[in-house]
């Protein structure tokens, strides 16, 4: 019994020991920790939002248009006999471009001429006989009835001469027709025939246009239609060329297939640079809201959510944004930020919310 309690008294022993010892090593190393050196704040660079009015933009796809364009198709049938204009070429209102041979219209005209001569004559014989009745009703040698007939004759006779008349007058028309000339004064854009081509009033032989004033013309979804109105400024930024100031010409009055309005936007071609089909953007104003603006570094990217760090109390704050917009290297946002807060723009990689930081710099209001 003796030796039950000797044994038990070692164990307890034995297990005193160790916890002491284990004690011990726990409260060395917690020591080693206590002294080792604390890592030091990260040192950054602040500025002050600045407060602004922000427009908002809706931006679309951009077409440039001619305002004035037309494809001429001849009014009459044959082949190309000649061709006076090329591509690229500048004409004038009123310029031959082509000639289509005027062979049936010619004859049509000489055959309707003598057609007139003869119709001529004989009206000109229903009238002699006409006057001559007349001449004899008046002294009653012959009867009213046969009067009548006479001026009957001869205004038949008249009314199939002026109707021959017309005709030629058509086939004249005809004829000048064969000539194709310029509608308006323009660039003759394309060529479609060639000497010898056989055209009818389907074919097209030419695309004209004028370049100056040329349209812009882009589509928008239906809620931005109280944004719009009929000489409203509007800027498009032409690629190659540059932003570009117009006022709105044109607003659809109906949906088109895409259920979007559509607009056309003026804009002085002057200078000639701007080219039917070029593309561009159009910047329509929809809304005005404050913001603040900020170097476009200062934002961060967690996800699906914007960020920036402000110094409160010398630590580091994380305030969710809201992007308006961006350009030129600034961002503009909406949140949790006043015009006096300091806003981390250096060393974030190595900042976190809530770490202590150190302002190395006076702030300075972004620009």
């Avoid at 000109?124 to 009835?145: D, F, G, P, V």
């Avoid at 004209?208 to 009929?230: D, G, R, T």
Wanted: aromatic share 8%; no cysteine.
């Amino acid at each position: 019994m003796n030796k039950k309690v000797i044994t038990a008294i070692s164990v307890v022993v034995i297990i005193a020991v160790a916890f002491f010892i284990l004690k011990s090593i726990e409260k060395k190393s917690k020591s080693q920790t206590d002294q080792r050196p604390q890592k030091p704040a990260p040192a950054v660079k602040v500025i002050i939002p600045e407060k602004q009015e922000v427009p908002i933009y809706y931006t679309a796809n951009a077409v440039l248009q001619a305002k004035t364009s037309a494809k001429l198709k001849p009014q009459v049938s044959g082949r190309v006999e000649k061709i006076f204009a090329e591509e690229g070429s500048f004409v004038k209102a009123g310029q031959p471009l082509a000639v289509i041979q005027p062979e049936k219209e010619e004859y049509q005209i000489e055959s309707q001429l003598a057609v007139i001569n003869q119709l001529e004559a004989n009206y000109l014989n229903k009238k002699s006989i006409y006057e001559r009745r007349k001449q004899l009703y008046e002294k009653e040698l012959i009867a009213k009835e046969e009067l009548d007939n006479a001026k009957t004759d001869m205004e038949v006779a008249l009314n199939q001469l002026n109707s021959a008349k017309a005709t030629l007058k058509e086939y004249k028309r005809q004829k000048n027709e064969t000539v194709i000339r310029a509608p308006f004064d323009g660039y003759l854009d394309k060529r479609y025939v060639s000497i010898g081509d056989y055209v009818d009033s389907q074919k097209d032989m030419f695309y004209i246009l004028k370049l100056n004033p040329i349209w812009a013309v882009f589509e928008l979804p239906q809620q931005y239609v109280k944004n719009l109105s009929l000489g409203k400024e509007v800027e498009i930024d032409v690629d190659g060329i540059g932003a570009v100031k117009g006022k709105i010409d044109y607003i659809s009055s109906s949906l088109n297939e895409n259920n979007l309005i559509v607009v056309k936007v003026l804009l002085d071609n002057k200078d000639g640079l701007l080219r039917e089909n070029m593309y561009g953007k159009a910047k329509i104003l929809v809304d005005k809201v404050e913001g603040y603006k900020l170097p476009e570094d200062a934002v961060q990217l967690a996800g699906n959510d914007n960020f920036v760090y402000k110094v409160v109390d010398s630590k580091a704050e994380k305030v969710l944004v809201n992007v308006l917009k961006q350009e030129y290297g600034y961002v503009y946002v909406s949140g949790d930020l006043k015009q006096d807060d300091k806003v981390i723009v250096s060393n974030l990689m190595n900042v976190k919310h809530g770490m202590p930081v150190k302002v190395i710099q006076q702030p300075e209001v972004a620009k």
